[in-house]
């Protein structure tokens, strides 16, 4: 947990200090603090300004404009569900209901406990694999939960999710 | 100039030269095409698509705003192909506006009350918008003829309106996100306070994040507001007024001197400044004193009547007692023992005629203007070059390549001379910003150096030294043009920079840069007002700052020269009238006998010869006893911020005091005869601005069921009253005619010279103007102003100065020495606060409180100390202190930093937090009484 407002900066300017993208941005700075934090504090939006010679109003047009980027910071798990065409094709919209469900949620977002971020993903890139959800970065299809059949999968699934929500992982 | 190309625009015959837009060329020759996202101004943007046309020979339908106009081109902009492409972007524009009323037909005829047939709700209606009556999205969907068949149904956005910041109210549900506020405040301001948020359907525009302008680095110049086509950016004050007539004329709070419309309510107020685009001197800009500090003229605090005393207390009389008093009281005080002091806002004509008062019925050179409390600043230039002012206009500096600013805040004191500083820094040219301060446009700076206070003609010593040294300077120019180079150079062998070095505390390195950078880079120009340099020490830098513009060649040529930045609204005229203690009209000596006699000679009474007392002197000798009666028109902040010492202590010692004001400010309080005068907004008159252009103030409203009196007409009644020949002018056009034949610099100025005006169009029965207000901003236009010296009717004027050589032949360059600073501190002071404002510190974030419907920035303010400082005070880094002066106390947060001076102390604080004092301010005209940010010495205590 972020303790207080100076390690937060600490941590800002030292996100900023050692981008390893080839041409230091204003995008490539938002992306190094979204990498270092999960989410774009507003003290970011100010340590940008400052690092890139802009202001805020330019750094926040930038931020706001991309919808990649969050301004709270992130549940401590995230899950990602594809609904690509070939994800939606092999039943995404049950193995979706079924993860909102378990999560109490009615779309993307936090859970009230900060425990879980849901994000829909347009695609995995793992369509071979489909349907596929990500749990904390790992994206995981019926071969990787070891499902035979869409029920079994989304019974699996429900059951990560869950357990991830009641804290037991 | 020729006109080179020739197009055809809807059947019409245009001539016109290349290089501008359709849209340009076609506005300008009071073509209409509709438009919404190009602003006249700013740069083309293409983006709604309003003003397609159509070409022959040309495929598809072009944006004429993006279009740059050729030879023989034909273009069509109504045919009714485009009439549907503009429906269709109409109806995607208001799909998100409320527009139940912008296709009715009788938009005109409906009342607020009014029921309605289309059944538009009363909040949705146009006549309920604040900008009803210039609102450019109505123009264009009338010129495009939606009709009734157009879908009334619209998403509205239901967020709620922003009324947080001062001076401003966002109404985001009226925004067609055009984009001209953003662009306005990042293009032609500089500043970008705002900016788009979200993407696609969500975007809006605003300061980042939810955030406010206070936070966001509003100077709050109105620009956006100007632009803004639509009811989403107003003015908060007078939303709900509508202007009934429009009038040009030029704001009175500092001497740039920006053109304004006014518009006037019904009711006979003042609601409103837009500031003009056609003028010469802010070309569109204006900044917040303009655009939101003329209330005052509104105020119902003005003096309605003469005020006598009587029994010690001031009571109403009339015209005739007062002035029939006056006149037998000042009588009996001819010669030295009395004083004038004419008002900082005076006209040249209330100027010329007060010291024409002062030296030929009284009898004395003690006259001066109140705002002329830095004569050292522009008088030196005499001497070097020829004339007392402004080399060059002020939209130069746009295009210079290096711009030198020393001491001056120039955003806060002198506004729109920081916008083409920062245009100019945005094409690339570099700032060098001397200042002990940390200011706004040192956020801009290429090189910024804070000299110890008070060192900086040590420092620019140094920095001509280094470009001696290094060979640096223009050695055609100055053999040409100057003289007494080898006499400056021999006294440059005292600015050894090690021993520069030790004085300023700027290091050898970055005295070298600053050298070079100025050098290297022209044309370059000097910006100076000397804010914090002690009085003995201002001759001595602004001698060193003609040195280094002649130096290196940057004397009469274009984007070149020295801008001094004086306080007063009308200092540059009032020195041109002579309104000053020891010239006569036209920078003529009072001891000049050939001078006198000529003035004899036109007043037909003998002069004066011995120098008067200035404004700086005059208190002191009225304590002393030496002066015994005054007469002061206006009232001036140096009166209560103690920059001139007690004066009303100063004043109760006259034996007699007359004060021509207003309002019964604190000095009227204690006259004997107060004389209501009117604004500048009820008069006529000339105000000369920092560029030498004379403009006029044009009457915008009547007086009305008041007895103020114009000064210039309060003057003249007091001399006539004295039976004083030469005073009966019928108007201050006869005033100036008198000067142009005394002021050879003024001698083709004259009214209607100045009140003609070319290619612009003006509403003629406003608001019921049948051509849509699009139109009024035509570019080709331009009001006359002129530049002086302008020697005869016939003549041209002089934009700028010595580029056809100096008035002597030669510049004379002048030798420096190095001085003393005196030490400003005392023992019960021992260090000196820096004080600093900026619109905003990206770094330090600020938070915002709401009290009573009003927001103010909350935020620990920092008090940056050099550790060893603060080791011998025993305060720690992030202790609270206490930061005392003479006669105020603030609390600030010690922050430890090596960046400090040791010695001195700064704190800079946020623009917002002037501005939300200036909005609450219950003062009549504060705005005139914008606190300086002076060096001032301190001590600290350690808060508990």
Known sequence: MISNHGDLRERIRGALANQRARTVTLLSSLLAIEDELGYIPPQAIEEVARFTHSTINDVWGVASFYPNFRFTPPGEHVVEVCWGPTCHLLGAQRLLHAVLGALALSGEGDTPDGRVSLKYNTCLGACSQGPVVSIDHQVLGPQAVGALSGEALVERITEMVAELEDGSV | MAADLTLFIDGREVRDQPGKTILQVATESGLYIPYLCYSPGMKPYGACRMCVVEIEKTRGTPASCTTPVADGMVVWTNTPQLQELRKGIVELVISEHPHGCLTCHRVELCGPQDICLRHVSVTDRCVVCPKNERCELKDTTRYVGMGLTTPLTYRYRNLPVENKDPFYDLDMNLCIVCGRCVRVCEEVRGDSAMGFRERGGLSLVGPAGGSSLLESGCEFCGACIDVCPVGALVEREHKWEKAVERVSTTCPHCPVGCQLKLEVSQRGRVIRAIPQLEAGANRGQACFKGKFGLGFVNSRERLKAPLVRRNGSLEEASWEEALSLVAERLSGYKGDQFAAIASYRGTNEESYLLQKFARSVMGTNNVDHSSNLRPEIAEPLRDVLGYAAATNTIWELEDARCILAIGTNTTEDHNVVAVPVKRAVKKGAKLIVIDSREVELTRYATVWIRPRPGTDSILLGGMLRAMVDEVMEDTAFLRERCDNLNTLKHSLWHFDLNRVEEMTGVSQEEIRLAARTFAQNGPAAILYALDNVPASHREECVRALADMALLTGNVGKPH?????????????????????????????????????????????????????????????????????????????????????????????????????????????????VVLPSVSFAE????????????????????????????????????????????????????????????????????????????????????????????????????????????TSQESGDTPILYAGGFPRGKARLAPLEVRDVPIPTTVEYPLLLLPGRVLHQPHRGAEIQVAGHKSYIGRDELLEIHPSDAADLGIGDGDWVEVISPGTRMRLRAQLTERALRGAVSATLLFGGLASRLESSEDPDPFSRVPGLKVLPVRLEKAV
């Open chain 2, 560 to 672: 070149t020269g020295l801008y001094p930045l004086r306080p007063g609204t009308n200092d540059q005229g009032s020195w041109d009238v002579g309104c000053v203690p020891h010239l006569l009209p036209g920078y003529q000596g009072v001891a000049d006998p050939a001078a006198r006699a000529a003035f004899q000679g036109a007043w037909g009474v003998e002069l004066p010869q011995s120098k008067g007392l200035g404004v700086r002197e005059v208190f002191e000798a009225a304590s002393s006893g030496r002066v015994k009666a005054m007469l002061v028109v206006g009232d001036s902040p140096g009166f209560s911020n103690g920059e001139l010492g007690d004066v009303l202590e100063a004043a109760q010692k006259l034996e007699f005091l007359v004060v021509q004001d207003a309002f019964l400010t604190g000095l009227a309080q204690v006259a004997d």
């Open chain 2, 683 to 790: 008069k006529e008159g000339t105000y000369t601005n920092l560029e030498r252009r004379v403009q006029p103030l044009r009457k915008v409203l009547e007086v009305k069921s008041t007895q103020a009196r114009p000064d210039w007409w309060i003057v003249c009644q007091i001399a006539r009253a004295m039976s004083a020949q030469g005073f009966d002018y019928a108007s201050p056009s006869q005033v100036m005619e008198e000067i142009s034949r005394l002021v050879p610099l003024y001698a083709g100025v004259s009214y209607p010279r100045l009140l003609s005006q070319r290619g612009l169009l003006e509403p003629m029965s406003w608001p019921n103007f049948p051509i849509p207000s699009q139109l009024y901003p035509a570019q080709g236009g331009q009001r006359a102003s002129l530049q002086w010296p302008c």
